[in-house]
């Protein structure tokens, strides 16, 4: 991809707006459509059963729903409480009710789904009741990194945990006991880790040794991905209790953004008030309808209630998640402009990357976006398809949009070039990509709820509206504005940016500025 391409892409999609998305209703246009023009169409779906999810407007018993479903042959799955449903029948049954076509599609790696190339619309009978449904996919494309490293001619240009501290200032904490104690962060993976490169680690950077409660199993693969994300977050919190989630059956069949939600709600239950990182994706936010994601949302909203912060990182497409990374021999065009789906939530802290500089000691210099266009890799980031954009960034001076949710909203070092030293097998090497930013974050919040609650206040729950509310104005300078740089659609300048949020952190300063917030609002 040439640097005109990208000055030429760059112009074109500088202001997307919500006309851009797939089509609410009638034929799904954009990457829907790609993906099953792509495909091979075995005719109707031959499967006994088809989903889809209803976004309801209240949290009451969706009455209307449950009788029309009855009356089609159709199901409902409901728990008192919720705000959404899930819609279920036979094909045939599916494509009746809600007048779309319901087919089985192969895609290009051999996998077997079902799928509708139109949008269904809320019967006008229910619409008082549901405010939007899902799509009719049962696949999900997902995103699973391999960290991007350099060769391993170069891996000490990589920070040392000790340097990783200085670059973002956390060292103050740790030198006054905060080490993650009594803290948990969860690392959502697809992949597994080997202990041996665990214990490595530590003995190679003289932490103390850690093994990880694993949920669900341990993934059999092992590509390095949850490796990264354990390693980095021990090397910032190396007494918080870490925890591997197995994320794999969230991706077997359909279904997937309830198997979040579920995966999310036996979390919290597990381990009330955990810092959770998230370093995979579950396909790009035009994919998918708003609906969709609302069993995620609810869940995740209920775990900050006990204390959870979520990050998860934006992806490393440069600002084209909808792009397949297969394919970069095709022109980017609009339709490959796109957010990571999960990541774009308003209630998910998106983060994104930098490329840092240091002084020997891992002293902070200056940082700007990550971005490596001969390689088209680069930080995500961008305006999402689906989400209004929330309170907490509307007073932002950013016009382009149109009132949509902006990411990512905080962002760190990315670039496997500046990134940290790993343990991947037996070898020291240098990680990298969003999927390192997020787990770094993921660390330095463990730090920060320890802080918080030796000083009397709470952990932090719901980073974004307080990320924006100390940028607007705190005692101590929390962020260092990153205005160097770009990725494939956006470039970074003063203040907030689609590239790298409201920069990277100053941890002592962020810590201090949340007490003080928690101790006046509460």
Not at 107 to 132: D, N, T
Not at 400 to 411: E, H, K, S, V, Y
Request: net charge negative; aromatic share 6%.
């Amino acid at each position: 991809m040439g640097l005109l391409t990208v000055l030429a892409v760059a112009a074109l999609v500088a202001d997307v707006r919500r006309s851009s998305a797939p089509a609410e209703s009638g034929v799904i246009s954009g990457p829907y459509a790609a993906l099953l023009a792509s495909s091979t169409d075995l005719g109707p779906a031959r499967t006994d059963h088809v989903q889809l999810t209803a976004a309801l407007r209240g949290a009451s018993r969706p009455d209307l729903l449950m009788g029309w479903a009855q009356q089609q042959g159709l199901s409902v799955r409901w728990r008192p409480g919720d705000t959404w449903a899930i819609l279920e029948g036979a094909p045939a049954a599916i494509a009746g009710a809600l007048d779309v076509e319901v087919h089985d599609y192969r895609g290009k790696r051999g996998q077997v789904f079902y799928a509708s190339p139109q949008q269904p619309a809320v019967p006008v009978g229910l619409q008082v009741e549901v405010s939007g449904l899902g799509r009719i996919l049962g696949y999900t494309p997902h995103r699973e990194s391999k960290p991007p490293m350099p060769p391993l001619e170069v891996p000490d240009q990589g920070l040392t945990p000790g340097g990783l501290l200085r670059t973002y200032n956390a060292t103050p904490l740790r030198d006054k006991g905060f080490s993650g104690k009594g803290q948990t962060v969860v690392v959502f993976a697809f992949d597994g880790f080997d202990q041996a490169d665990l214990d490595m680690f530590s003995t190679t950077f003289n932490l103390p040794k850690f093994t990880p409660d694993v949920v669900g199993g341990q993934p059999e693969s092992r590509r390095g991905e949850a490796t990264m994300d354990l390693e980095a977050i021990h090397a910032i919190a190396p007494d918080a209790k870490k925890v591997l989630v197995n994320a794999r059956n969230t991706v077997e069949g359909d279904g997937s953004y309830e198997k979040i939600a579920t995966m999310m709600e036996d979390t919290a239950r597990r381990y009330p008030g955990a810092v959770w990182n998230f370093s995979i994706g579950w396909g790009c936010d035009k994919l998918i309808t708003a609906a969709d994601l609302e069993p995620v949302r609810a869940a995740l909203t209920q775990a900050h209630k006990k204390g959870t912060t979520a990050f998860d990182a934006s992806g490393d497409l440069a600002g084209l998640e909808c792009k397949d990374g297969q394919e970069w021999s095709a022109p980017p065009s609009t339709d490959d402009v796109g957010l990571d789906a999960v990541a774009s939530m308003p209630e998910m802290t998106d983060v994104g990357g930098t490329t840092l500089s240091t002084d020997a000691k891992g002293g902070w210099l200056a940082e700007q976006s990550w971005y490596d266009l001969p390689l088209s890799q680069g930080t995500g980031g961008g305006v999402s398809a689906l989400f209004e954009r929330p309170k907490w960034q509307r007073n932002l001076s950013v016009t382009t949009g149109a009132g949509q949710r902006l990411t990512p909203d905080i962002a760190a070092v990315a670039d496997p070039f500046t990134g940290v030293k790993i343990v991947f097998n037996q070898q020291v090497i240098v990680g990298g990509g969003t999927s390192l930013s997020a787990p770094v974050w993921a660390g330095l919040t463990a730090l920060m709820n320890q802080f918080l609650l030796d000083r009397g206040g709470h952990r932090i729950g719901d980073l974004n509206p307080l990320l924006y509310h100390i940028a607007e104005g705190a005692p101590l300078p929390a962020f260092r504005d990153v205005t160097l740089g770009g990725n494939a659609v956006a470039i970074a300048g003063p203040g907030y940016d689609l590239v790298t949020g409201l920069g990277t952190p100053d941890v002592d300063n962020l810590a201090q500025n949340i007490l003080v917030t928690q101790k006046v609002i509460g």
